[in-house]
């Protein structure tokens, strides 16, 4: 079946350093989104990828979409405390279709 | 922004009782809904896609008279849980996109989510 892997699972860093999370599709996607999920909390969109090797920027965090719109990567630069929570990949394999979350990653961030 | 809510946040049931969960869009119409469940610390697992007007379709390995979903109205979709047991203990979240946003809208906004404890 359609599936969306994501790596690693948990990432600790001290603050200040960058952390990177990455997805994998065995399939082309049509567009990949991005989310973040704080603890206890739902999952909040950050952004949407749709175009073959788009990159976008958000202050910090930069995201990628391969060439192949099969992989994606989420950097964020100078990690902040306030960075800490659980980020998502969320794979579409069809315009406007349901959304395959990937297993996410926990960003732990020391001060 | 659009603003999905979801009621109630947390519940605790005892073994065999049925639990309604309440999904809304509070300032747009959607036609379609997602129901998902986490458990903790990991991913969040699609069960099912409410339509509005028609019958859900669920994920494989999704019991659909388990989990019942009805979407009755354009603002308003229910999941049903049913004859809960300990197993089912789960966070369950509702979303929806907005469909003002055009075709290229395609983030999802979430509800708050539901904490369901089966005693």
């Known amino acids: 079946g359609q599936q969306v892997m994501q790596i690693p699972q948990y990432q600790h860093v001290q603050e200040g350093e960058d952390f990177t999370t990455y997805c994998n599709s065995s399939?082309?996607?049509?567009?990949i989104q991005w989310y973040k999920q704080r603890p206890g909390g739902h999952p909040v969109f950050l952004i949407q990828?749709?175009?073959?090797?788009e990159v976008k920027k958000q202050k910090r965090l930069t995201f990628q979409f391969g060439e192949a719109k099969k992989n994606s990567s989420l950097h964020i630069t100078a990690t902040q405390t306030t960075d800490v929570g659980t980020y998502f990949c969320a794979g579409s394999y069809n315009q406007g279709g349901k959304l395959i979350f990937g297993q996410g990653t926990e960003l732990s961030v020391k001060p | 922004g659009a603003v999905v809510s979801q009621h109630p946040s947390r519940v605790i049931c005892k073994s065999g009782t049925s639990v309604k969960i309440e999904c809304r869009s509070l300032d747009f119409q959607a036609t379609t809904m997602f129901w998902y469940r986490q458990f903790p610390k990991q991913s969040l697992m699609l069960m099912a896609t409410s339509n509005e007007g028609s019958k859900a379709t669920y994920e494989q390995g999704v019991e659909k008279d388990k989990f019942l979903i009805n979407h009755a109205s354009l603002t308003l979709s229910t999941l049903t849980v049913t004859s809960a047991h300990p197993e089912d203990s789960s966070f369950y979240i509702c979303s929806a996109r907005d469909p003002n946003r055009g075709p290229r809208g395609g983030e999802l906004f979430f509800g708050e989510g539901s904490r369901l404890t089966v005693l």
């Open positions: 399939t082309t996607l049509s567009n």
């Open positions: 990828l749709v175009k073959s090797g």
